[in-house]
């Protein structure tokens, strides 16, 4: 029933940027978490970056710095601004929310992200 639709995914050079959306909807309740996974061909997926619902961000050493998230509680969306990308963040992203009052975690259903020249 809980539903997340991602946008934004698509192809960049090197240095560009891109803006991924997650549109929560389908529960009454508040994610607890948000943020985005990723996963490259033959890599394991990776947590990128997350927010609670205190406002508390997280961010992998690789994004650091490059990586933004945020989110709108009202709404239960969350963006990740993703500035100076490199090749190697070429992978699926997946956006999820932890809804503690479902006790699950959902996912989306994953959006390309490419960069390359």
């Known amino acids: 029933q809980v539903q997340l639709v991602e946008s934004g995914g698509g192809l960049v050079q090197p240095g560009g940027s891109l803006i991924l959306s997650c549109a929560t909807s389908g529960s009454i309740f508040s994610a607890n978490v948000m943020g985005w996974f990723r996963q490259a061909p033959g890599k394991q997926r990776e947590l990128v970056a997350s927010?609670?619902?205190?406002?508390?961000?997280n961010y992998a050493d690789s994004v650091k710095g490059r990586f933004t998230i945020s989110r709108d509680f009202a709404k239960n969306t969350v963006s990740l601004q993703m500035n100076s990308l490199k090749p190697e963040d070429t992978a699926v992203y997946y956006c999820?929310?932890?809804?503690?009052?479902?006790?699950?975690?959902?996912w989306g259903q994953g959006t390309q992200v490419t960069v390359s020249s």
């Open positions: 927010v609670n619902s205190g406002g508390i961000t």
């Open positions: 999820y929310a932890d809804i503690r009052l479902l006790a699950g975690r959902y």
